[in-house]
Structures are given as C-alpha cells and as structure tokens.
C-alpha cells in the first residue's frame, strides 16, 4: 500500500564516453568544471566534481544554475573555483521542502516542531550541524543555511525548544 519511485537519478554521460572524457559516477571535473579534455566542460547534475575531499554529483535545480554560471565564467578565463553550498527545494501538494546541507553521514536528529504543519529535523554529526530538512518553516531553513554555510553549529537544546528563537543560534 506504499509505493516509492525514483526517477532521474542515473546520470547521462553516454555522449561525454564516446568523447573519450573520464567518467566516474557522472562526467568528471576538475573544481572548475573542466573535464579530462580541456576543450570539454560540464555542469549540472552529470557533472562529478571535487568537493570535501572527495567528488559529489548535485541533483538539484540551485546546483544547476550556480555551477552552470561558475562554469560558464572559466570557459571564458576566469579560473574560479565552484564551491557548493548545496540546498534543495520542492513542493509537495501543500508542503514545501526546503533542505541544507546533506546530512551524509549523521549520526543524530534533533526534531523541533513547528506551527500546525510544520516542523524541521536538524542532523549532526556529533555535535556539528550538517544539514537541516523544514517542512513549511521557513525560518527553519533560513537559519540552519546560514550556520551550515558559516560551518558553525546549533546548540540541540535550543533547536528542540519550540519556544525559543531559532535567530538566537546566529548570535552565538
Ligand atoms: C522527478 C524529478 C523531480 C525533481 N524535483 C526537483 C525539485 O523539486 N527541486 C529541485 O531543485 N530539483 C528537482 N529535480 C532535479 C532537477 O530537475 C535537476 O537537478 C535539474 O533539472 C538539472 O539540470 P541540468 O541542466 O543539469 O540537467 P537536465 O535538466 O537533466 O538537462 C539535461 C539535458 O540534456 C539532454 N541530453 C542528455 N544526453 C544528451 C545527448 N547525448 N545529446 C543531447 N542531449 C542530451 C537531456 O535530454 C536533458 O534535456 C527533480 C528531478 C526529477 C527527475
């Protein structure tokens, strides 16, 4: 009576293989988004890029339009490297998801429940904030962004506390 489907999540990288460009779990590119071949770049969500001391592929509309511009940029010369700061949205019928962070790796979730319907689900991995999913909290989303980007973490007793203000983490 329950059923998942997962759509789109194997990269398409048939064209870059046949190009002869290094595939490894997406096309592979350096932090600038230039493929084995210098000639030949890739961003979005086929791209397998370096990122904290591994490669990360991203599946996500954000993803696509800042690595995208990033990439575009070094194409014409500008040498930067793309540092992601992964989020993630969507719309479920009444229920908007904004995610921070991935919580690749966590090892505890803190809950705070929200207004009616809504509510957040912190995960850490020990003491260190990684990634925050809200549901329809907003503020949630807003706050945990901004610690996770800092690389700064969220006290749990305040997250759990429904009644504290969730901007307080930002002044710590
Ligand atoms: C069901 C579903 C729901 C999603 N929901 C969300 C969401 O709520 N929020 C969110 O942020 N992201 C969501 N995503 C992810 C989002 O759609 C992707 O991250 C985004 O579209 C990636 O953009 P892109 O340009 O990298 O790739 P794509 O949009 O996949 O574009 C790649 C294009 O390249 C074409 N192509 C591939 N191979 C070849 C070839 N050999 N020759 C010519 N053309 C080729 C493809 O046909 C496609 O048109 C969802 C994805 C799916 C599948």
Redesign the pocket.
Known sequence: DFVVVG??ITP?T??AALAGVEVENGIKTDAQGRTSDPWIWSA???ASFPYKGGRIRL????N?IDQAEVVAQNMMGAGKDYVATPW???DQYDVKLQIAGLNTGFDNVVTRAGDGRSTSFWYYKGDQLVAVDAMNDPRAYMVGKRLIDMGNTADKAVVADAAADLKSLLKA
Request: charged share 10%; with cysteine; hydrophobic share 40%.
């Open positions: 759509v789109g398409s048939q064209l979005g969500d086929c599946e996500s509309v954000p696509a993630f949205w969507s």
